[in-house]
Protein backbone atom coordinates (compact mmCIF):
# COMPACT_ATOMS: atom_id res chain seq x y z
CA UNK A 1 0.00 0.00 0.00
CA UNK A 2 0.88 3.15 -1.06
CA UNK A 3 0.97 6.01 1.70
CA UNK A 4 0.29 9.74 1.07
CA UNK A 5 3.86 11.32 -0.34
CA UNK A 6 5.39 15.37 -1.29
CA UNK A 7 5.22 15.48 -5.25
CA UNK A 8 2.65 12.53 -5.33
CA UNK A 9 0.62 12.51 -8.97
CA UNK A 10 -3.01 10.91 -7.49
CA UNK A 11 -5.76 10.49 -10.36
CA UNK A 12 -9.64 11.07 -10.15
CA UNK A 13 -12.00 9.97 -12.27
CA UNK A 14 -15.37 11.30 -13.02
CA UNK A 15 -17.98 12.38 -15.67
CA UNK A 16 -16.50 15.80 -15.62
CA UNK A 17 -13.22 17.63 -15.31
CA UNK A 18 -12.51 18.58 -11.48
CA UNK A 19 -10.11 21.34 -11.22
CA UNK A 20 -11.79 22.61 -7.56
CA UNK A 21 -12.80 20.15 -5.44
CA UNK A 22 -15.77 20.92 -3.33
CA UNK A 23 -15.90 18.82 -0.14
CA UNK A 24 -19.79 19.81 -0.01
CA UNK A 25 -20.34 17.88 -3.30
CA UNK A 26 -18.90 14.84 -2.15
CA UNK A 27 -21.01 11.51 -1.09
CA UNK A 28 -20.95 11.12 2.48
CA UNK A 29 -21.43 7.52 3.04
CA UNK A 30 -18.23 6.11 1.03
CA UNK A 31 -15.65 4.12 2.74
CA UNK A 32 -14.03 6.64 4.65
CA UNK A 33 -16.44 8.99 4.42
CA UNK A 34 -17.18 12.14 2.82
CA UNK A 35 -14.00 12.99 1.13
CA UNK A 36 -12.50 13.78 -2.44
CA UNK A 37 -10.65 10.65 -3.48
CA UNK A 38 -8.23 10.23 -5.74
CA UNK A 39 -5.75 6.82 -6.24
CA UNK A 40 -2.34 6.16 -7.44
CA UNK A 41 -3.69 3.76 -10.47
CA UNK A 42 -4.36 5.76 -13.33
CA UNK A 43 -6.47 2.17 -14.79
CA UNK A 44 -8.29 2.70 -11.63
CA UNK A 45 -9.42 6.76 -12.03
CA UNK A 46 -10.61 5.56 -15.40
CA UNK A 47 -12.45 2.73 -14.65
CA UNK A 48 -14.18 5.25 -11.97
CA UNK A 49 -14.42 7.89 -14.76
CA UNK A 50 -16.65 5.40 -16.86
CA UNK A 51 -18.77 4.83 -13.67
CA UNK A 52 -18.94 8.03 -13.07
CA UNK A 53 -20.64 8.93 -16.28
CA UNK A 54 -22.95 6.20 -16.45
CA UNK A 55 -24.53 7.24 -13.33
CA UNK A 56 -24.46 10.75 -14.30
CA UNK A 57 -26.37 10.04 -17.30
CA UNK A 58 -28.90 7.99 -15.50
CA UNK A 59 -29.12 10.84 -13.15
CA UNK A 60 -29.66 13.35 -16.39
CA UNK A 61 -26.44 15.65 -14.88
CA UNK A 62 -24.73 14.84 -18.27
CA UNK A 63 -26.27 13.93 -21.74
CA UNK A 64 -26.92 10.53 -22.82
CA UNK A 65 -25.31 11.02 -26.07
CA UNK A 66 -22.19 12.09 -23.93
CA UNK A 67 -18.72 10.33 -25.50
CA UNK A 68 -16.17 11.02 -22.79
CA UNK A 69 -15.56 10.73 -18.87
CA UNK A 70 -12.28 13.00 -17.67
CA UNK A 71 -9.51 11.63 -15.59
CA UNK A 72 -8.46 14.92 -13.39
CA UNK A 73 -4.38 15.19 -12.40
CA UNK A 74 -3.21 16.35 -9.25
CA UNK A 75 0.11 17.01 -7.60
CA UNK A 76 0.39 17.09 -4.03
CA UNK A 77 2.43 19.23 -1.80
CA UNK A 78 2.34 20.52 1.82
CA UNK A 79 1.08 17.56 3.23
CA UNK A 80 3.74 17.96 6.43
CA UNK A 81 0.69 19.97 7.87
CA UNK A 82 -2.03 17.19 7.25
CA UNK A 83 -3.11 14.60 9.79
CA UNK A 84 -3.22 10.91 8.20
CA UNK A 85 -3.85 7.69 8.39
CA UNK A 86 -2.96 4.63 6.08
CA UNK A 87 -4.26 1.45 6.23
CA UNK A 88 -1.67 -0.67 5.15
CA UNK A 89 -3.86 -3.60 4.39
CA UNK A 90 -7.25 -4.76 3.84
CA UNK A 91 -7.17 -6.35 7.61
CA UNK A 92 -10.14 -6.08 10.40
CA UNK A 93 -9.71 -2.46 11.23
CA UNK A 94 -9.93 -1.53 7.53
CA UNK A 95 -12.97 -3.10 7.21
CA UNK A 96 -14.72 -2.08 10.20
CA UNK A 97 -13.81 1.47 8.88
CA UNK A 98 -15.46 1.14 5.76
CA UNK A 99 -18.67 -0.38 7.53
CA UNK A 100 -18.47 2.08 10.25
CA UNK A 101 -18.44 5.03 6.94
CA UNK A 102 -21.19 3.12 5.13
CA UNK A 103 -23.92 2.23 7.55
CA UNK A 104 -24.88 4.26 10.39
CA UNK A 105 -24.50 2.83 13.85
CA UNK A 106 -21.81 0.59 12.87
CA UNK A 107 -18.46 0.51 14.75
CA UNK A 108 -19.29 4.16 16.17
CA UNK A 109 -15.77 4.36 18.14
CA UNK A 110 -14.16 3.73 14.77
CA UNK A 111 -16.03 6.40 12.37
CA UNK A 112 -15.40 8.76 15.99
CA UNK A 113 -11.84 7.91 16.28
CA UNK A 114 -11.14 8.84 12.51
CA UNK A 115 -13.26 12.02 11.94
CA UNK A 116 -10.13 14.10 12.85
CA UNK A 117 -7.71 12.64 10.08
CA UNK A 118 -7.19 15.28 6.90
CA UNK A 119 -6.55 12.06 4.84
CA UNK A 120 -7.25 8.69 5.04
CA UNK A 121 -5.62 6.05 2.91
CA UNK A 122 -5.97 2.23 2.06
CA UNK A 123 -7.07 -0.37 -0.19
CA UNK A 124 -10.69 0.44 -2.15
CA UNK A 125 -14.01 -1.32 -1.88
CA UNK A 126 -14.87 -0.99 -5.52
CA UNK A 127 -17.73 -1.95 -7.12
CA UNK A 128 -16.14 -5.62 -7.93
CA UNK A 129 -16.04 -5.64 -4.02
CA UNK A 130 -19.55 -4.38 -3.15
CA UNK A 131 -21.79 -7.48 -2.92
CA UNK A 132 -19.07 -8.94 -0.12
CA UNK A 133 -19.46 -6.06 2.06
CA UNK A 134 -23.08 -5.62 1.22
CA UNK A 135 -23.53 -9.07 2.33
CA UNK A 136 -21.73 -8.59 5.41
CA UNK A 137 -23.50 -5.84 6.26
CA UNK A 138 -26.75 -7.89 6.21
CA UNK A 139 -24.51 -10.59 8.52
CA UNK A 140 -24.72 -13.63 5.83
CA UNK A 141 -21.19 -14.48 7.04
CA UNK A 142 -22.31 -14.41 10.61
CA UNK A 143 -23.04 -11.39 13.01
CA UNK A 144 -20.96 -8.29 11.93
CA UNK A 145 -17.58 -7.70 13.28
CA UNK A 146 -18.02 -11.71 14.52
CA UNK A 147 -14.35 -13.22 14.36
CA UNK A 148 -16.26 -15.81 11.67
CA UNK A 149 -17.82 -12.89 9.36
CA UNK A 150 -14.70 -10.89 9.54
CA UNK A 151 -12.28 -13.39 7.89
CA UNK A 152 -14.62 -14.80 5.92
CA UNK A 153 -15.04 -10.95 4.03
CA UNK A 154 -11.80 -10.59 3.95
CA UNK A 155 -11.48 -13.74 2.22
CA UNK A 156 -13.38 -12.99 -0.39
CA UNK A 157 -12.49 -9.99 -0.95
CA UNK A 158 -8.99 -10.84 -1.95
CA UNK A 159 -7.20 -8.15 -0.52
CA UNK A 160 -4.12 -8.61 -2.62
CA UNK A 161 -6.00 -7.56 -5.54
CA UNK A 162 -7.13 -3.99 -4.36
CA UNK A 163 -5.76 -1.09 -5.71
CA UNK A 164 -5.42 2.11 -3.18
CA UNK A 165 -7.54 5.23 -2.49
CA UNK A 166 -6.74 8.39 -0.93
CA UNK A 167 -9.69 10.28 1.06
CA UNK A 168 -8.59 13.94 1.32
CA UNK A 169 -11.47 14.76 4.01
CA UNK A 170 -10.93 18.62 4.84
CA UNK A 171 -10.21 21.91 2.95
CA UNK A 172 -6.89 21.88 4.93
CA UNK A 173 -6.09 18.46 2.63
CA UNK A 174 -7.83 19.96 -0.47
CA UNK A 175 -5.43 22.94 0.01
CA UNK A 176 -2.50 20.54 -0.87
CA UNK A 177 -3.61 19.45 -4.14
CA UNK A 178 -2.54 21.10 -7.10
CA UNK A 179 -4.75 20.82 -10.16
CA UNK A 180 -2.51 19.83 -13.50
CA UNK A 181 -4.51 18.78 -15.74
CA UNK A 182 -7.38 15.95 -17.03
CA UNK A 183 -7.56 13.43 -20.14
CA UNK A 184 -10.49 12.03 -22.08
CA UNK A 185 -11.40 8.80 -21.36
CA UNK A 186 -13.94 7.41 -24.03
CA UNK A 187 -16.92 5.85 -23.17
CA UNK A 188 -17.51 3.70 -26.52
Not at 125 to 142: E, K, Q, R, S
Not at 163 to 182: G, H, M, N, V, W
Amino acid sequence: MKKLEEGMVLYHGSYCVVQDPDLNKCALYKDFGRGFYLTTSKEQAKSFAKISAIKAKSKGLIPYTEKFAHISFFKVSGIDVLKTFDFETADVNWLHCIVAHRKDAAFPEIKTSMKDYDVISGKIANDDTNATILAYMGNLYGPMGSEQADKMCISLLLPERLQDQFCFRSEKAISTLEYLKSEKVSLE
